[in-house]
C-alpha cells in the first residue's frame, strides 16, 4: 500500500498517470529541499567569506587612500615652501636669478638640440 504524500501540490496516489506524474513531482521537489538544506551551510559559509574578503580589500583600499592623500598633502606643502623661497630670492637678488635662469636656459637649449 502506498502511502499518501503531501506538500507541493501532492494529491496522493490513485493509480492515475496524473496522480503517478504528481507523486514524482513532489519526491523531485524534496529531494531538491533535501539538496538545498544540505547546499545552505556551504552556501553561507562562502558568503560569510566573501563578505570577510570584500571587508579586507576594502580596508586596505581605504587605508592606501588615506596614505596617497596624506603624501599628496605633505607635497602640496613642500611646493609651497619651494614656490615662496624662489619668489623671496628673486625679490631680493633680481639681477642674479635673472642671470640664473639665462643660464640655465642656454643649458637646457644646448641639451635639447643633441
Known amino acids: ?8 501540490g501532492d494529491v496522493g496516489n490513485t493509480g492515475a498517470p496524473e ?14 529541499d533535501k ?12 558568503a560569510t567569506g ?3 574578503a570584500t571587508d ?12 596617497i592623500d596624506s603624501a599628496a598633502e605633505r ?3 613642500e611646493h609651497a615652501k619651494m614656490v615662496d623661497s ?12 635673472l642671470g640664473v635662469a639665462l643660464a640655465v636656459g642656454f643649458a637646457l637649449g644646448l641639451l635639447a638640440r643633441r
Open 75 to 77: 607635497i602640496k606643502r
Open 35 to 46: 539538496a538545498s538544506d544540505a547546499a545552505g551551510p556551504l552556501v553561507d559559509q562562502l
Open 86 to 97: 624662489c619668489s623671496s630670492y628673486v625679490r631680493k637678488e633680481p639681477v642674479r636669478a
Open 19 to 32: 496522480s503517478k506524474v504528481e507523486a514524482v513531482g513532489s519526491r523531485v521537489h524534496r529531494v531538491i
Open 56 to 67: 579586507r580589500v576594502t580596508r586596505s583600499a581605504s587605508q592606501a587612500s588615506q596614505a
Open 50 to 52: 566573501a563578505h570577510q
Open 1 to 8: 500500500m502506498e502511502a499518501k504524500m503531501t506538500g507541493y
